[in-house]
């Protein structure tokens, strides 16, 4: 009973900043912590960032630590992944998802809900 929907993907040139938000809807949405994840061609989907329903925990990969920061509109039922820095290897299709459990979670069998996902493209 939940669904979402990203968007705010698009090119941008390297070092620029691009803002991911994905709606959610859903009678259990405030209470599921969200992630986002990433995929890029040929490789595995990989964990960027999670935080949890109260916005009090937030993780992310190391590749992205202090260039993407995660947040949680829980009165616009809105998460958004701002990037800054942003790098040609950031080029991915990027996934928001959302979970039933409490805790924030790095791995991909741990989300229960997944979005389409939006094209981030960076270009050098």
């Known amino acids: 009973q939940v669904q979402l929907v990203e968007s705010g993907g698009g090119l941008v040139q390297a070092g620029g900043s691009l803002r991911l938000s994905c709606a959610a809807s859903?009678?259990?949405?405030?209470?599921?912590?969200m992630g986002w994840f990433r995929q890029a061609p040929g490789k595995e989907r990989e964990f960027v960032a999670a935080?949890?329903?109260?916005?009090?925990?937030?993780r992310y990969a190391d590749s992205v630590k202090g260039r993407f920061t995660i947040s949680r509109d829980n009165a616009k039922d809105t998460v958004y992944l701002q990037m800054n820095s942003l790098k040609p290897e950031d080029t991915a299709v990027y996934y928001c998802?959302?979970?039933?459990?409490?805790?924030?979670?790095?791995?991909?069998?741990?989300?229960?809900?997944w979005g389409q996902g939006t094209q981030v493209t960076v270009s050098s």
């Open positions: 859903g009678r259990t949405f405030g209470s599921n912590p």
């Open positions: 998802a959302a979970r039933l459990g409490r805790r924030a979670a790095e791995r991909t069998y741990e989300y229960d809900y």
């Open positions: 935080i949890t329903w109260s916005g009090g925990e937030t």
